[in-house]
Nanobody, 115 residues
Framework: QVQLVESGGGLVQPGGSLRLSCAAS????????MRWYRQAPGKQRELVAV???????NYADSVKGRFTISRDNAKNTVYLQMNSLKPEDTAVYYC?????????WGQGTQVTVSS
């Protein structure tokens, strides 16, 4: 069983920054790709960023150049640095890991971008 706990969400003005964190339980963290998803009201959950065990990264087109995903295997934590935030980034952000075909999700953290 894997447990994921997100933190770092909040209310920020357009153009501002936030850093999300996702702490994972267990000692399998370093060998799996980690993902950040988001879900805005009335919309489907979408993949925002992924980081592999080899530190390769990939981003949704909508966040490229503004968001950065990183991981600290010693702390079993994955981060999402979000800069130049826009109102359309408003959503609940979820951390995800797929372990041998089983998806695990955190509880989500709300990010609201508004003036």
């Amino acid at each position: 069983q894997v447990q994921l706990v997100e933190s770092g969400g909040g209310l920020v003005q357009p153009g501002g920054s936030l850093r999300l964190s996702c702490a994972a339980s267990g000692n399998i963290f370093s060998i799996y790709a980690m993902r950040w998803y988001r879900q805005a009201p009335g919309k489907q959950r979408e993949l925002v960023a992924v980081i592999t065990s080899g530190l390769n990264t990939n981003y949704a087109d909508s966040v490229k150049g503004r968001f950065t995903i990183s991981r600290d295997n010693a702390k079993n934590t994955v981060y999402l640095q979000m800069n130049s935030l826009k109102p359309e980034d408003t959503a609940v952000y979820y951390c995800n890991v797929n372990v041998r075909g089983a998806n695990f999700w955190g509880q989500g953290t709300q990010v609201t971008v508004s003036s």
